[in-house]
């Protein structure tokens, strides 16, 4: 009887020590796509798709 709820124990910890949290991923994917100082407008372009609302002013362009 002892043995079966160890092995019940051990099998329950196992597979509760497997469980992943998707909420960090999505977090994890935010942050890889943060666009960063330095970035060309073609990395930018392959991460976020080309836009048709640029605006245009004396500091540069603004991509909305």
């Known amino acids: 009887m002892n043995i079966r709820i160890l ?4 099998c329950a910890l ?3 020590g497997c469980v992943s949290d998707k909420g960090e ?5 935010q942050k890889q ?3 960063e100082v330095g970035m060309t407008k073609d990395q930018i372009i ?3 798709g080309k836009t048709d ?3 245009m002013s004396s500091e ?4 909305i």
């Open 53 to 55: 609302n640029v605006q």
């Open 33 to 35: 796509k943060d666009p």
């Open 60 to 63: 540069g362009e603004t991509w």
């Open 46 to 48: 392959a991460m976020y």
């Open 7 to 10: 092995i019940l124990l051990t």
């Open 25 to 29: 991923s999505s977090r994890a994917q």
């Open 14 to 16: 196992l597979v509760g």
